[in-house]
Nanobody, 125 residues
Framework: QVQLVESGGDLVQPGGSLRLSCAASGFSLGYLAIGWFRQSPVKEREGVSC????????YYEESVKGRFTISRNNAKNTVYLQMSSLKPEDTAVYYC??????????????????WGKGTMVTVSS
């Protein structure tokens, strides 16, 4: 059974940092695409970042470039999203998702097959 469990969400002040984790079970991080998405009450769900485990290609949405870093630990079957210089507009529920290798490209993340339940990130003073 495929399962994705996000953790690491918290309340943080502007300028702070958080690391989100996505623990995968029921499959291995082989030739896949893993993505991080976010959704807030004022914005539609958007793809924040993704990584292709086959060749390491990564994608970042323009507003998070230089502030967020996606990485993976195959031994732990976990994908991370390191977030720094957080801004109030980063406030959202963050979801991880997995799809086929082509689901992550230079243009973004699409057509994900499995989703986690999300973790809340609140950036506020």
């Amino acid at each position: 059974q495929v399962q994705l469990v996000e953790s690491g969400g918290d309340l943080v002040q502007p300028g702070g940092s958080l690391r989100l984790s996505c623990a995968a079970s029921g499959f291995s991080l082989g030739y896949l695409a893993i993505g991080w998405f976010r959704q807030s009450p004022v914005k539609e769900r958007e793809g924040v970042s993704c990584i292709r485990t086959g060749d390491g290609l990564t994608y970042y949405e323009e507003s998070v470039k230089g502030r967020f870093t996606i990485s993976r630990n195959n031994a732990k079957n976990t994908v991370y999203l390191q977030m720094s210089s957080l801004k109030p507009e980063d406030t959202a529920v963050y979801y991880c998702a997995v799809g086929g290798h082509s689901s992550c490209s230079d243009s973004g993340a699409t057509s994900m097959d499995y989703w986690g339940k999300g973790t809340m990130v609140t950036v506020s003073s």
